[in-house]
């Protein structure tokens, strides 16, 4: 099972993983034109881990001019990874260039009682840096080679595909 950090750092870099899939100009899945590449392949390309990212990415529009992007998942993913609690809206968007997701919405974490939203992701050297804006906390890198499952994260042992679904969905409400 993956340590507290780990699933932290995780969150983390899902929720800026979405920008820095959006940096192809012209890519578009789920919503308009085919492209044979997946967000999690596109993140890839810009130099960060699929692990950013939730499990369950329905499409996405990247601009590779500009580095706008939009991801997009079938409901608002919930999970927690350890003590801290994630989430991603439903689109996610930033700016992507390589090693870097800035002007990130859609994906916030849950810090002792209040929601922040992570706004920037640097991946530098063996290190995932996340920004809430006021404060950024470094994860090695080596946690985000996975990606978590909304409804339970790194924790779905004996949880069936409808109810992952069903919690994700209801987790949102």
């Not at 390589?98 to 050297?125: A, C, D, P, Q, R």
């Not at 840096?129 to 890198?141: K, Y």
Request: hydrophobic residues 40%; glycine residues 12%.
């Amino acid at each position: 099972m993956a340590s507290s950090y780990t699933i932290w750092a995780l969150i983390l870099a899902s929720l800026f993983s979405v920008n820095t899939a959006s940096t192809l100009p012209g890519e578009d899945t789920g919503g308009g034109n085919s492209s044979s590449l997946s967000a999690y392949q596109v993140l890839q390309q810009y130099d960060f881990p699929v692990g950013i990212l939730p499990k369950g990415v329905t499409g996405y529009k990247i601009d590779r001019e500009t580095g706008k992007f939009e991801l997009y998942l079938p409901a608002t993913c919930k999970f927690k990874i350890d003590s801290y609690e994630l989430e991603y809206g439903t689109t996610v968007s930033g700016v992507v260039t390589t090693g870097k997701i800035s002007n990130l919405e859609g994906v916030k974490v849950h810090i002792l009682f209040i929601w922040l939203n992570i706004v920037e992701v640097v991946h530098s050297g063996d290190q995932m840096q996340f920004s809430v804006g006021i404060a950024s906390a470094g994860f090695p890198l080596d946690g985000f080679y996975e990606s978590p499952q909304c409804g339970c994260g790194f924790d779905c042992d004996g949880l069936e595909e409808e109810e992952l679904l069903v919690g994700s969905a209801v987790s949102s409400i």
